[in-house]
Structures are given as structure tokens and as C-alpha cells.
Nanobody, 115 residues
Framework: QVQLVESGGGLVQAGGSLRLSCAASGIISNMYHMGWYRQAPGKERELVATITSGGTTNYGDSVKGRFTISRDNAKNMVWLQMNNLEREDTAVYYC?????????WGKGTLVTVSS
């Protein structure tokens, strides 16, 4: 069974940086896409960034230019480098894996950006 485990969340000051990691296990193919989503209190889950199996990236408008998603297929890992963090970035961040038409989710890691 596919399992995703996030790490790296925590408390950071506005303007600071943080890197989130996601380790995937139970993968039977490299032909999967991955991404990061986030959900702030009282809001819907939103797309942060995605990366295809070939390395093509896409970012939500609110994080474009500040966040960078990357992956290592050999290690089955994906990272989210977050720079110049803002108070509005505070949310639970979820790792996502898409294989064919099936989506898998991690349990999330909390990022809190202080003012």
C-alpha cells in the first residue's frame, strides 16, 4: 500500500524559510506525479505545487516565486522549499501522489508563520 509521510513543519518567523519533505513507500512505478497542498483553518484545501514524473512543475499563484518543489525518483521523495514565508502561508501541508487516476495523501505537517 502506498504511504506518504511528511516532515519538516514547524514554527517560523515571517520572511524566513522552511523545507518540507515527503517520503513515499509502496511505490511500484516511477510514472507518478506528486504535489503539495495546504489547508488553512476554515478554508478549503488548495494546490501549492505539483511536479510530474518527468520533473515539470506547476505552482499556485500565491506561492509562485517563493516556493520550489523538487523530487528524487530513486529515493521516492519530494520536497517543498519555502522561502520568504508570509503569515498567510500558515496551514497544514499535505503531500500528494497521483498514480493513473488514484490519489494518495499524507497525514499533513503543520506550518505556522509568526508575525
Amino acid at each position: 500500500q502506498v504511504q506518504l509521510v511528511e516532515s519538516g513543519g514547524g514554527l517560523v518567523q515571517a520572511g524566513g524559510s522552511l523545507r518540507l519533505s515527503c517520503a513515499a513507500s509502496g511505490i511500484i512505478s516511477n510514472m507518478y506525479h506528486m504535489g503539495w497542498y495546504r489547508q488553512a483553518p476554515g478554508k478549503e484545501r488548495e494546490l501549492v505545487a505539483t511536479i510530474t514524473s518527468g520533473g515539470t512543475t506547476n505552482y499556485g499563484d500565491s506561492v509562485k516565486g517563493r516556493f520550489t518543489i523538487s523530487r528524487d525518483n530513486a529515493k521516492n521523495m519530494v520536497w517543498l522549499q519555502m522561502n520568504n514565508l508570509e503569515r498567510e502561508d500558515t496551514a497544514v501541508y499535505y503531500c500528494n501522489l497521483l498514480f493513473i487516476t488514484t490519489m494518495y495523501w499524507g497525514k499533513g505537517t503543520l506550518v505556522t508563520v509568526s508575525s
